[in-house]
């Protein structure tokens, strides 16, 4: 993850925003669903849709791994269909990144080529992976769980995310690196 100059910075900011914005502070759980409202962003489950459909029986039970979200446009309007047939942290990570890309203001852009193959901008992508990991999971609140203020376990439930998103946020930010040498050199 090569991000432009500035953009770990423009996140916090963001991230602070959004969570001042929906009075979750710092260190309680933010409910992508409420950033949705707030933002004016419609939220659909795919399972809403025609579920004798083949092609969305197939995205929720057969392989639901296959599908997560995506933003539809109409005009400027946004609005995100996601796989409500993934566990409820997934779903909120899943929500969040979607919502990240129009806090980032992410253009659309088509989903696939005129040979059916899947446009990606792995920029982009990165950039909403981030944003999202720093809206749900701050970077206080991965220090503070590098420090022992909780388990892994306590701060996902905490948060309403993965456990994997919480050491992703932990690994990501530094936090258990920094903890180890602020704990090195008070021993000194």
């Given at each position: 993850m090569a991000f432009r100059r500035g953009f770990k910075s423009e996140a916090a900011g963001i991230a602070a925003d959004v969570r001042s914005d929906l009075k979750a502070g710092?260190?309680?759980r933010l409910d992508p669903r409420a950033l949705a409202d707030f933002l004016d962003i419609t939220v659909i489950d795919l399972s809403s849709l025609e579920t004798d459909a083949p092609a969305i029986r197939h995205l929720l039970v057969t392989e639901p791994e296959v599908f997560s979200a995506v933003t539809v446009f109409a005009g400027r309007r946004r609005t995100i269909v996601?796989?409500?047939?993934?566990?409820?942290?997934?779903?909120?990570?899943?929500?969040?990144?979607?919502?990240?890309?129009?806090?980032?203001?992410?253009?659309?852009t088509p989903a696939m080529d005129d040979r059916g193959c899947r446009i990606w901008n792995q920029d982009i992508e990165d950039e909403a992976t981030w944003l999202a990991g720093c809206i749900l999971v701050p970077e206080q609140a991965a220090l503070a769980t590098a420090r022992g203020n909780w388990t892994i376990v306590q701060a996902a439930e905490r948060f309403g995310v993965s456990e994997a998103m919480i050491s992703y946020r932990i690994n990501a930010t530094g936090a258990a690196i920094r903890v180890r040498r602020a704990a090195?050199?008070?021993?000194?």
């Open positions: 710092l260190f309680g996601h796989n409500d047939g993934h566990c409820a942290a997934r779903q909120n990570s899943n929500i969040c990144h979607e919502l990240s890309h129009g806090l980032l203001q992410h253009p659309p090195l050199a008070g021993r000194r």
